[in-house]
């Protein structure tokens, strides 16, 4: 176990500002509710974010406005949450703030929220290790998608008794949310009945004035004082990595909270850097969007997917929603897993990353980076800042970019093969292609021998093949628990077939064409 910190952590809960002192910087939040706080309605299952157990739900202000988002509090360290709100599934009919706001056409018995009313009539409750976390993702989705709509539609409102009701939760919505959530007697469908039922109930409305000016109460920590420093712009957090290099920095933990709660690793000191207002930003410039480091997996893929439409689904592939609530698309390409899924779509896109330090700022192509497995050119005192993805030239069309994730389950799965591709044609020539691969070296890599035997090339079925056999024969993968090595060599070829047949149009080849109903 790592020192005690003297600074103490602050945050809020039941509408009152919580303080807890001498918690050192890597227990993590489940440990601090259940054993410290003895809320043990937050269950332990995994331990690794892998089955949402001990899902909660954290309240941050971005701007003037506060977002919720459902997280894994098993990886997450307590003293990230400093400055936020918190909800436990306890605290959904404890919390003061959370008030009904008008009635509808169900009836619900006072007390319960609706995300356990709906919970309790749809028989969604099922065993209680499973349950407290669904509820939690329940309650995300709750105040994200009914309780922001109830608060509009209340606001516009001119009969105060007129129902406030809130557009309906889709399925598909429903099941994205609870991505994070597993549940091993498989009992999925009430849970997903619930989801969709939950905005039936009266609404429940966050009194966020309160909330807000409750939030406000709590002072910054003060800068370079060690133990878990929490920098607030990039000059704080650049002067805090040159005064200690071997501090651990962690920005959404979903990596380094593993290494904690399986690798029992302790740090004395800890630099986080999700507080860093400039890297939270994601900016779309004329020539290229600049994604900040700190910015989470569903900030940065969302600003790909409207640019890139295609991208969605594999997006959307990205481990779980609490995972990629908390996770920072600067953390998965600092960690440099050869298996992480955005290094070969960036690299596809030819993205470029900034690294700072207070010596000053360089810039490398994102393949430069890597130097060997989990080996990176990052200096001691540096940081990677930006990750800056050209944009298509205006007119381009940027059909022919795809990324393909192969695993053994298709969602909430780590990749065996990652492939992304980027072709673009010119008088049915290929005239550029660039491709990332991940899942067939020691590092995240760009497929240079495929590209060159593409260029130039008619895009055709012929240069296809001969492309396929090239990609096989680019990379020694090894085998393991994924996948073999000759497995993985045979699926980078038959993926660059499937994109060629999907640039011509064909459709049905892809897994999401598909539906359950259409299979049956
Ligand atoms: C259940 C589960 C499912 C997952 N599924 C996937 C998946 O489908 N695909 C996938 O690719 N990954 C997956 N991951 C891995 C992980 O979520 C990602 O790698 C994530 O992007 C890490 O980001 P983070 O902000 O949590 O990084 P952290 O854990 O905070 O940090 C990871 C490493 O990066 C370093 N670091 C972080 N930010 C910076 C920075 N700005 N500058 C320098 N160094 C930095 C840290 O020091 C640390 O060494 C999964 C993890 C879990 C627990
Ligand atoms: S205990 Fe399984 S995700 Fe946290
Ligand atoms: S609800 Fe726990 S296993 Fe299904």
Redesign the pocket.
Known sequence: MSKPSSQTIEFVRRGAVVTLSNVPPTRTLLEVLREDLGCTGTKEG?G???CGACTVVIGQMQGDTLSFKAI?SC?RLAHSVHGLALWTVEDLTADPLLQPVAQASVTAPPGLHPAQQAMLECHGSQCGFCTPGFVMSLFGMYQNHVASAAAIETANATDATTPARAKPISRALAQAELS?NLCRCTGYRPILDAAQQMANYPKVALDELRLKARLAQIQPRPDAHPGYQLPASLPELLAARAAQPGA????????????VTKLHQNFDAVID??RVAE?RRIERRADALLIG??A??NEAFAALVAIWPQLASFAA????LP??N????????????P?????PLLIALKSVIL?ASVRGEREMPLEDFYTGYRQNR?AAD????FIKVPLPPAGATQDLLRAY?I?KRYD????AV?LALNVGLADGRVHSVSIGA?GVAATPVRARQTEAALHGQPWSLASVQAAMATLRAEFAPISDMRASSAYRREVLGNLLQRFWLESQGAQQIKLESFTLEALA
């Open positions: 995994c690794e974010g892998d894994n990886i994070g651990q920095l962690v920005a959404g933990c979903t990596d380094v909270g593993l290494w850097l999700t890297l480091a700190a989470n997996l592939r990205f481990a779980g995972v990629r908390s996770g920072t698309l600067g953390g998965n390409v600092a960690n440099g897993s298996i992480g899924d955005s290094m690294l990052l540096e940081v990677l800042a994730k695993s909430d799965d780590i990749s990652c991940g």
